[in-house]
Structures are given as C-alpha cells and as structure tokens.
C-alpha cells in the first residue's frame, strides 16, 4: 500500500509525490477500478428490479432474447447445453420442490435454485413445470427484460423435435407470421362482413334524406 512514512513525516503543504509514488498511485487506482466484480446475489437483484406495479407493462422483445447467452458461458458452451435434448417425458421426471425443470419455448430450465428466489413464487413454477409447457403461463405474465436475460443461467438443453407454434399455422399464409388477408378469409370462413348491407343501405338513406330536404327548402318552402 502506499507508504505511511509519506504522510507522516513530511508536512502536507511543501510535499510532492515522487515520479516512482505516483506511478504506484496510478497503478493502484487502475486494478480498483479493472477489479472484476461478482455480481449482487439473487436477492439484491431483485431490490434492484423495477417495481412492475409502477410501471406500464412492456411489450417483450421480438428477439427471443430467452436464448442470450449466460454470463459465465461461451457461446460454443452454450450451444452445447441447448444441444442437451429432452423428451417431454423426461422433463415431467422433474417437477418437484427438490428437482424442478420448466420448460419455455423449446427450452429446458433447470430452476430448482431458483424456486425460493422467483419474485412470482415457488408454487406457479412448480405449477408450470407440471403443466409439461409453460411458455404461455411464462408469456402471460409479462417478464421483464432482466427476468429474459436472467433464464440463461438456467438453461440445461432443448426439448427433442420441438415445432415452435408458428411452424404448424395454416399452409394457406405459407406459415409466416403475417395476418392472413381479407380474401384469405373469405375462402376460410365465409363472408368477412355480415354487415356489408347495411353499410351500403344506411349512407343511401342519408343521401336520399338529404336530397329530399333540398328540395322541400328550395322549391316547395318558397312556393
Ligand atoms: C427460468 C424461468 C423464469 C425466470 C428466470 C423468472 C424470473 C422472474 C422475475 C425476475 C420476476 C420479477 C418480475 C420481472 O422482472 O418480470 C418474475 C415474476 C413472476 N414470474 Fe417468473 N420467471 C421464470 C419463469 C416463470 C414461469 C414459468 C412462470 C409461470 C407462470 C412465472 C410466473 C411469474 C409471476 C406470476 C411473476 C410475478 C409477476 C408480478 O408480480 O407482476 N415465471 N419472474
């Protein structure tokens, strides 16, 4: 550390710091600040989460950021737990206080150590680990960003043939994700618009009404 001798013996006004003490000054100030920090356990993470109470929910991101990459993995680590696959079976093995795996979108989580420490509680993710998917439970809810980012930690590999739903919409949008069009709909469902009369037959009305007005105020009135 630095020298005590250095602030003891001189007097403060007429003492100058030698090139070697500033250098080591400088050195010591730099490895505090590169230091690599561990990050805050779980239950500070969550007194630093936004209280979702106050704020408007947020739409998730399009991205599915589920799939980020955990902190302590590389990519090729990562790929190589997704790489891990499960029969639905096998998950269903899995769904006690004890050992309890929750699967979303496709993925096998393993959360087990997480169950005390989910801000929404133990009991809905044993629930969903039950249920064999708890995409749309997990959907539902509305996760924030930092709750996505945090699943990584959790990942243990994917579900064996898994179809994400929008690989089984109808053939007739080709399977992407756009809305099917009007005419679309016609051939699939019938008429789109059951009240297309009366949207025709109401502005007629209006016209006629109008019309009849005119001329009641501008030739029989003056008559
Ligand atoms: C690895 C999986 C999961 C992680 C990492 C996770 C994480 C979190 C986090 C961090 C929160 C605090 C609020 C937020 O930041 O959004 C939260 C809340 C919540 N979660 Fe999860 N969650 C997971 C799975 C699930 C599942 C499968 C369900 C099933 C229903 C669920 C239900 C809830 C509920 C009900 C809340 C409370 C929402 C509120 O207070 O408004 N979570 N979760």
């Not at 979702?52 to 799939?67: G, V």
């Not at 190589?80 to 696959?85: D, V």
């Not at 960003?145 to 990942?155: D, E, G, N, R, V």
């Amino acid at each position: 550390m630095f020298p005590q001798r250095c602030l003891s013996s001189r007097p403060a006004t007429n003492w100058r710091p030698t090139a070697d003490q500033d250098e080591q000054r400088a050195l010591l100030v730099c490895s505090a600040l590169l230091r690599p920090r561990s990050p805050p356990p779980i239950s500070a993470q969550r007194r630093l989460l936004p209280s979702r109470r106050y704020l408007s929910p947020a739409p998730l991101p399009i991205t599915n950021s589920w799939s980020k990459r955990a902190p302590g993995l590389s990519m090729a680590e990562e790929t190589e737990t997704e790489k891990q696959l499960f029969s639905p079976s096998d998950v269903s093995l899995h769904a006690s206080t004890k050992d309890c795996w929750v699967v979303i979108h496709g993925k096998v989580y393993d959360v087990t150590k997480f169950l005390e420490d989910h801000p929404g509680g133990e009991d809905v993710l044993l629930h969903a680990s039950a249920s064999g998917d708890a995409t749309e439970a997990f959907e539902d809810v509305g996760h924030s960003t930092s709750a996505i980012s945090m699943m990584s930690s959790y990942l243990i590999g994917s579900i064996e043939d898994f179809v994400p739903p929008s690989a089984t919409k109808d053939a007739t949008v080709g399977g992407s994700d756009v809305l099917p069009d009007s005419r679309t709909m016609k051939r699939n469902k019938g008429s789109p618009a059951p009240n297309t009369f009366l949207d025709f037959v109401l502005p007629l009305c209006m016209l006629v009404l109008a019309f009849v007005a005119w001329y009641y105020l501008t030739f029989v009135a003056e008559s």
